[in-house]
């Protein structure tokens, strides 16, 4: 067994999300740490995710301030846990994502591994997604992979919802490869329309959107963005479903309370994450859900309401903490690349075939 730290920072952008993993035959999670994102870095990295002035300079700035906050929260960790930089085989660091184009050939997660692995000391594993790409892939999302060898109950139909700033399904069923896709916008666009209209990161247990109803003539408006209607292997990102995307749907529209906007937007996750697993596997017996969205409770029970004949319920359920799936997830990609496994699923993503996923900066 060896221990390896796997650093997740999502398109919520609310911070960074460092969990300490032990894996060999098996895998556990021994310790997390959460680093909350600067509000100066996280407009930074905001505004790196659409064209601008002096881009290349910007992004280089941000990224290392990036890099620096991760070094401090694995360095906290460790310290927390009483090891030393030592004790840990690899960091595997996600990045931060800030263009996700794969239909114009690229993906761009920034985060200076090098300096990552120069301020900790330990071996950085990252650029996970690049190479999917380069062989005709998605590149998104990475974890079906990770879920599958994670989660699989013979004999069931099992599939595990992430909702970050967006929604991923990884489909588990028996004798078959683990499929999957992006669904559409988790809470980036609940998370958009808050702040602009209360000043507000997030909508807390989706209190604001329970208080609307949902609009019919906007949903329908919303739904017929064509990403809704592709079947995977399809990803999607900011560049797709945005503040301005939405306020485009609305300047077609009579007036529209915000409360409503806000329950729209929540139905408009639910519904595209319920649509696109009824399509793909009907006869999902259980669904679990992580990511941040597992504690927005409206969101949950709407799940629920819309599926009752499948079992909702968190990874919790299954022993594993769901604020902290994704990161073991990048401390696994690492393991998978240094020990040369393919960790890329052309079922998922549509690449060529099995790739070995990362760049291995060394310490």
Not at 53 to 64: C, V
Request: hydrophobic content about 45%.
């Amino acid at each position: 067994m060896a221990l390896y730290i796997g650093v997740m920072s999502g398109t919520s952008l609310d911070g960074l999300d460092i969990a300490l993993v032990e894996q060999g035959a098996s895998l556990r999670l021994v310790a997390s740490h959460y680093v909350p994102m600067p509000p100066r870095l996280r407009g930074d990295l905001l505004a790196l995710c659409a064209s601008g002035p002096d881009e290349i300079a910007r992004a280089a700035l941000a990224e290392n301030q990036w890099a620096t906050l991760a070094a401090e929260g694995v360095h906290a960790l460790l310290q927390e846990q009483g090891l030393t930089v030592a004790d840990i085989r690899a960091i595997g660091s996600h990045g931060q994502t800030v263009r996700h184009e794969p239909a114009r050939g690229f993906t761009i997660q920034i985060g200076n591994p090098a300096l990552l692995a120069e301020l900790t000391g330990i071996t950085t594993v990252a650029d996970f997604r690049r190479r999917d790409v380069a062989a005709g892939g998605q590149g998104a999302p990475l974890v079906p992979a990770f879920h599958d060898s994670l989660f699989t109950t013979p004999g069931h139909h099992l599939a595990v919802l992430n909702v970050g700033g967006f929604s991923n399904l990884s489909l588990i069923e028996p004798d078959k490869p683990v499929s999957g896709f992006d669904c559409g916008p988790g809470n980036v666009l609940l998370d958009a329309w808050i702040n602009l209209r209360q000043g507000l990161d997030y909508d807390r247990d989706g209190a604001w959107a329970a208080t609307g109803s949902v609009h019919p003539a906007l949903l329908t408006s919303l739904l017929s963005d064509p990403f809704f209607a592709g079947t995977g292997p399809k990803s999607t990102g900011r560049e797709v479903f945005n503040l301005p995307w939405l306020q485009a749907h609305l300047a077609r529209l009579p007036s529209i309370t915000d409360a409503d906007v806000q329950a729209t937007l929540l139905e408009l996750s639910a519904r595209s994450i319920v649509d696109s697993l009824r399509q793909a596997q009907p006869q999902t017996d259980e669904l679990l859900v992580c990511g941040g969205g597992v504690h927005n409770q409206t969101l949950m029970a709407r799940l629920a309401q819309l599926l009752p004949q499948t079992r909702v319920d968190s990874t919790a359920s299954h022993g594993v903490d769901p604020d902290w799936v994704e990161a073991m997830a990048f401390a696994w990609l690492a393991r998978c690349c240094l020990e040369g496994i393919s960790a890329n699923r052309p079922s998922v993503t549509g690449a060529r075939g099995l790739r070995v996923l990362g760049a291995i900066y060394p310490a």
